[in-house]
């Protein structure tokens, strides 16, 4: 069906303007006869605009009402009602409200949340229904928001520090593809006058000036192939793993992320274990609440070997995400029933090492970024007056 906007007068004289859906415009103008309405005007409606996930901020500030009210021991379908009212984006509010309705008919919380995933972080509903079975979701909540801010700081160094570098990169590119456009053919004609050999450097230049359109033209597309391909990717779980994997292989900010997800993990453990949660369960309510999807994998395969009885030290699988020490410190609390303790100890350092890996980002981005620059204008400069140089030198010889 389609919908039409319309324009009419009562038969008091009253003009009327409103909405209907039908299957074509002789069907609505038929529609608003049989309501003894004189038509003035009508039309299709426009489309309504997609919905857009929330912002970072926004999401952050739900997510803290949230916490707040199921604090009080509220219901999650309850406060998700009485939160409803205070939300300032109108799209919010609507999901908001429909999740109420969902859960209030029984429907089960990850899959509520998962209907409404257009709004919400990927994997919400999972952290959601850790919280939820385990008594302590208005501790979840608020561990994710301490999760979320630092990926949050992260991102604020990211942009801070690639904001000056990625400036003068893009002055740089295009400085640099006026000389291999204009200037270096012209070099070309005057190297080709002297007759002389000339310096591979000069001729790797020579040769990016024959071709620098075509050059762009590969880089355009290679960008093109890459964010198609991430697309397709995230749309299976084996293929965010991949994805992920490659983020993990990243230089500092691989290392930075894995001890992110690390921390988000033994924090929402901790929290399930001291709501009396076993732990298999514990494992998988964890991995899903660390928005990992290489910990899910790999945090099902140790909860199905704890199942059968064998120690988190056992394991013949090897476990690139999960570091040994601590699976030994998982090991080590079980056995001492000091497990709430350990996985506290645990993210607390991996928080640690987290800012000082965001300390390393800082400080280590922008000059890494400048000189790359640099070396890119000095190998320009250079190959191109290498045979100036050698011509000068000859000269000066005879």
């Known amino acids: 069906m389609e919908r039409f906007e ?23 103008q038929d529609l608003l006869a049989g309501m003894q309405l004189s038509v003035g005007s009508i039309r299709k409606a ?6 857009t996930r929330l912002g970072r901020s926004e999401f952050l500030l739900f997510n803290q009402q949230l916490a707040s009210i199921t604090q009080a021991g509220i219901p999650l379908e309850r406060a998700l009602r009485e939160l409803s009212g205070d939300v300032q984006s109108a799209p919010l509010r609507r999901a908001v409200e429909q ?11 990850e899959t509520a949340f998962q209907r409404h995933q257009q709004y919400f972080p990927h994997l919400y509903g999972q952290i959601i229904k850790a919280g939820v079975q385990s008594g302590r979701l208005s501790e979840m909540l608020i561990s994710l928001n301490r999760h979320l801010e630092m990926a949050g700081q992260t991102r604020r160094i990211l942009v801070d520090a690639l904001s000056y570098p990625v400036f003068v990169l893009l002055l740089a590119t295009g400085i640099l593809t006026v000389l291999l456009a204009y200037i270096v053919p012209q070099f070309k004609a005057f190297f080709a006058d002297m007759g002389h050999h000339l310096p591979a ?20 597309a290679v960008i093109v192939v890459l964010f198609a391909g991430r697309f397709l990717m995230r749309l299976r779980p084996d293929g965010r793993r991949a994805l992920e994997r490659m983020l993990l292989r990243t230089p500092l900010l691989g290392r930075l992320y894995h001890r992110t997800i690390l921390a988000r993990l033994a924090d929402a453990m901790a929290i399930l274990v001291g709501a009396h949660c076993d732990l298999p369960t514990a494992l998988r309510l964890g ?60 993210a607390e350092a991996y928080r640690t090492q987290a800012r000082q890996w965001q300390g390393t980002l800082q400080t280590l981005l922008t000059p890494m970024l400048l000189v790359a620059v640099g ?17 000068i030198n000859a000269v000066q010889t005879h």
Not at 302 to 308: G, P, V, W
């Open 6 to 28: 319309y324009e009419a007068m009562t038969a008091g004289g009253r003009v009327m303007t409103g909405t209907l859906q039908a299957d074509s415009l002789q069907e609505a």
């Open 46 to 51: 426009p489309r309504p605009r997609p919905r």
């Open 99 to 109: 999740l109420a309705d969902d859960l209030e008919r029984g429907t089960p919380v």
């Open 201 to 220: 450097m000069t001729s790797a230049l020579i040769w990016l000036g024959d071709h620098v359109v075509h050059i762009w033209a590969g880089i355009g």
């Open 287 to 346: 991995a899903g609440a660390s928005g990992s999807e290489n910990l899910i994998h790999e945090c099902e395969a140790l909860a199905r070997q704890t199942e059968e009885g064998q120690s988190a030290l056992d394991t013949d699988r090897f476990l690139p995400t999960i570091p040994r020490l601590m699976l030994y410190s998982i090991h080590l609390g079980s056995e001492r029933n000091e497990l709430e303790d350990n996985l506290y100890q645990l």
């Open 375 to 391: 070396g890119v204008m000095a190998f320009v400069l250079t190959a191109l007056f290498m045979p100036m140089a050698a011509m």
